[in-house]
């Protein structure tokens, strides 16, 4: 993760009448980038807002309020910001979230229901269409709040570690919430209300097991493509990086390579003689399923999460097939933020007895199979010029 102020110095909400106000910007992401700032902030409830809360919040343009507790909560103690002109408050109340679970071991169990809440998507689509920054809670910004965050942190390509950092930040932070509930409630377990490092941990497992990626996730609960592209913009300004990609092979035009080698994946998935190629958004070349390799994976870890993840098939690793690796110093790739990287493929064959159900990803356009007289007319991503010639060459099947 980004060095940031709060894990550096005595931590203090970024209001002053709350406690658990914090960002989710800084966060390193798996390429190298940094979640923004001042964008989303993950907050517990505001009870008493004063003036120069609300003079912080406008003059990040954080204008949009998501409040996650229930109704009865909303009732007992209305939000602030109710009524206020300058921001756009909404009630989306997660009942699932609203107690506290039987044990400690039933708290990740309760994280999955706060994520299959009924109303859990109006929470994303709010932060989808906010027109700048938004802030989301609950009463104390750990469970609900936290779930959230996991899931925007996830979608951002945060790293495991510094989403279970993120989560346990709270113990810190609500020290003296958690002072008064051992004073006021000495009959509830407090280690089922201070944050555990397992229980994100466990999480994190459970969501991966039942979702397999997050776009999955968002897609299952009614996300549109559009909308997880602008949850992306808000977490990593992906809109104007996604525009300008270009890809090279054998070409005296090509730029020097500036940053160390890339290795990933690609795998030719054939169902009816078809070849199942992406729409990228990121140009207008089509291209295999695939992508880079993560830190701890391998590769063929790599090659069924990508394919879950961009096409909502589901591989085992036994029904990969090795095909070929391409390691021509010629395929270049060049992103818009300057960084121009060598391309390492190593593809991967898969066949398909039944059609696949595919849902396209935020990452692409369209998915489509085509056949070998498509194939031979279809405008691929340079890069991927020579797996494709290739595989006309030998023929599908």
């Not at 497992?205 to 299952?220: D, I």
């Not at 797996?387 to 030998?394: A, H, Q, S, T, V």
Request: proline fraction near 4%; hydrophobic fraction near 35%.
């Amino acid at each position: 993760m980004k060095t940031n102020e709060h894990t550096l110095v005595k931590v203090q909400s970024l209001l002053e009448t709350t406690l658990n106000t914090r960002e989710l910007g800084g966060y390193r992401t798996e390429d190298g980038k940094y979640t923004r700032c001042n964008m989303l902030l993950r907050s517990d409830e505001q009870k008493h807002l004063n003036e120069g809360d609300a003079a912080f919040l406008l003059e990040k343009k954080i204008t949009t309020i998501i409040d996650m507790r229930d109704k009865k909560a909303v009732k007992k103690s209305p939000s602030p910001f109710i009524g206020m002109a300058q921001f756009c408050y909404y009630n989306v109340p997660i009942e699932e979230g609203s107690g506290v679970p039987g044990s400690v071991d039933a708290v990740p169990a309760s994280y999955m229901k706060i994520a299959g809440a009924v109303n859990i998507n109006q929470v994303f689509k709010h932060i989808a269409h906010a027109p700048d920054g938004v802030l989301f809670h609950c009463a104390a910004g750990k469970d609900r709040t936290g779930v959230v965050s996991a899931i925007l942190l996830l979608l951002a390509k945060v790293s495991e570690k510094d989403i279970i950092e993120n989560y346990m930040l709270t113990k810190q932070y609500n020290r003296k919430r958690f002072a008064l509930v051992r004073k006021n409630y000495p009959g509830i377990d407090i280690n089922i209300v201070i944050p555990q490092e397992k229980n994100m941990v466990w999480f994190l497992q459970l969501f991966r097991e039942k979702y397999g990626s997050v776009e999955h996730y968002l897609h299952s609960i009614g996300i549109l493509p559009e909308e997880i592209q602008a949850l992306k913009n808000k977490l990593r300004n992906e809109e104007n990086e996604m525009k300008q990609a270009q890809f090279f092979y054998q070409s005296d035009n090509a730029p020097k390579p500036n940053r160390p080698n890339h290795i990933g994946v690609a795998i030719l998935i054939e169902y009816d003689n078809k070849l199942l190629l992406e729409h990228r958004m990121d140009s207008e070349r089509w291209a295999m399923i695939g992508g880079g390799l993560e830190m701890n994976e391998s590769l063929m870890e790599c090659a069924t999460r990508e394919v879950l993840e961009e096409t909502a098939i589901r591989l085992q690793e036994n029904m990969l097939h090795f095909y070929k690796v391409y390691d021509d110093p010629s395929r270049i790739i060049s992103y818009p933020d300057g960084n121009v990287l060598r391309s390492i493929s190593v593809v991967y064959k898969v066949h398909l007895e039944n059609k696949p159900e595919l849902i396209c990803s935020a990452e692409s356009k369209e998915l489509y199979f085509f056949d070998k007289e498509e194939l031979e007319k279809v405008k691929i991503a340079e890069t991927h010029i020579p797996i494709l010639r290739d595989y006309l060459k030998e023929g599908s099947g």
